[in-house]
């Protein structure tokens, strides 16, 4: 058998290539195998993952993980702080003004202290005025009445009975209603007057008549 020399159409060509009359084996079919193999290793992935994630576990545990962490510390709800309505300043209160309660005196009626001290002075010049007004009071009860006497003026038009104290204004509103009772003041009001002016003659009343008493003597 005569043998030639090699050259290119006797070496193997590689996978897909042609050489002359040399043809690589169709591997076709194996392309397919790797497709099918390869869609198959997908779906396989694929749906453990899904299992994974649908298992009671959860992903890689961590689920199962924050449940436990859920349940074993409640979580307290945020409760809004209720919100306190707006303090608004109090307006500046002007204090009231107040005056200071007087306190009433108590009304003070005429009364009759058949003790007390009482003085008949003629502040005109009718002679016998004075002795006719003690008259009068000693008979009204007044039995306290000091000797009468004239009283250092004598132009007085109007009789006015003084007293030294308030306690004895009492005593001289019941003076004066003795003397309005009867004699030339019959019926006539009084006026009654407190003063210290005839403080030192021994007297808690003194009445200095005047010409309203006298111009009646007679």
């Known amino acids: 058998m005569q043998r030639f020399p090699k050259d290119r159409f006797d070496v193997r060509p590689r996978r897909g290539e042609r050489v002359g009359v040399h043809r690589s084996a169709n591997r076709s079919h194996r392309g397919w195998i790797t497709v099918v193999v390869s869609v198959a290793a997908i779906a396989v992935i694929v749906g453990a993952g899904f299992l994974v994630v649908r298992s009671p576990g959860g992903l890689f ?3 199962g993980a924050h449940d436990s962490a859920s349940q074993a510390t409640p979580v307290t709800p945020h409760t809004p702080a209720s919100s ?3 303090r608004t300043s109090a307006p500046a209160s002007t204090a009231p003004q107040t005056t200071a309660p007087t306190t009433s005196t108590p009304a003070v009626g005429p009364t009759v202290d058949p003790n007390t001290r009482l003085i008949v002075l003629n502040g ?3 002679p016998g005025a004075a002795a006719s007004a003690t008259t009068v009071l000693e008979n009204g009860g007044w039995v306290g009445v000091l000797r009468p006497t004239n009283a250092s003026t004598q132009n007085a038009q109007g009789t006015v009975i003084y007293y030294t104290g308030a306690e004895d204004k009492g005593a001289a509103l019941g003076v004066a209603q003795t003397l309005s ?3 030339p003041l019959a019926g006539r009001q009084i006026p009654v007057q407190e003063s ?3 403080a030192g003659n021994g007297a808690a009343i003194t009445i200095v008549l005047g010409l309203d008493y006298a111009g009646g003597v007679g």
Request: aromatic share 6%.
């Open 61 to 63: 545990g961590l689920r």
């Open 196 to 198: 210290g002016a005839f």
């Open 84 to 86: 306190a309505p707006a």
């Open 124 to 126: 005109t010049t009718v």
């Open 181 to 183: 009772r009867s004699g």
